[in-house]
């Protein structure tokens, strides 16, 4: 047997259930070497299920990408249901890129139905104006030239003043 062929052989053993005395007896190698056989295998096995992994999140992404061009000028042009996709494929890619970090805790605004909608906007037009860099458009009201549309002071503002709204409050004001 050639070396691929032990390590196969002896990962298969190992798999199975033998030790590592019974593997080497039983391809007539040293303990030693039979030790080295099943670890070389684990290491080929695991990175096969590590290529196998990449390959699924490449086809992932790639669909993702797609998803995304579809709704990105949509979103662009103002439609709130487009805006959300492309938000929510955005968090999607970046948690399985590994840059998703979670926000640091702030106070909580549940916005609805004209706040939900004046917030939403504000987004946009952050959005359109990276997308078409230098090109100055006018500041929709409450917004400030370098800074954050949705920081805190805003959303307090939209949500009606500085208090936090709970789900279950949020719930019964609707």
Do not use: C
Not at 6 to 23: C, S, T
Not at 100 to 120: C, N, R, V
Not at 151 to 170: K, R, S, V
């Amino acid at each position: 047997m050639n070396h691929k062929e032990l390590e196969q052989e002896a990962l298969k053993l190992r798999l199975r259930g033998f030790d590592i005395f019974a593997i080497a007896a039983r391809l007539q190698v040293s303990e030693r070497r039979a030790r080295q056989l099943v670890e070389r295998g684990y290491d080929r096995l695991r990175q096969l299920e590590w290529q196998e992994l990449e390959r699924w999140r490449t086809l992932q992404l790639s669909r993702l990408e797609t998803l995304l061009s579809t709704q990105f000028d949509l979103a662009l042009d103002g439609d709130p249901d487009a805006f959300r996709r492309v938000m929510e494929i955005i968090q999607t890619e970046n948690r399985m890129l590994g840059i998703h970090q979670p926000a640091e805790p702030q106070l909580a605004f549940f916005l609805s139905g004209p706040a939900l909608d004046l917030a939403i906007e504000r987004e946009l037009q952050r959005l359109q104006e990276a997308r078409h860099g230098s090109q100055n458009f006018p500041a929709l009201p409450g917004s400030t030239e370098g800074s954050q549309i949705l920081d805190q002071p805003a959303l307090a503002e939209l949500a009606g003043g500085p208090e936090t709204i709970d789900a279950g409050q949020a719930a019964t004001d609707e």
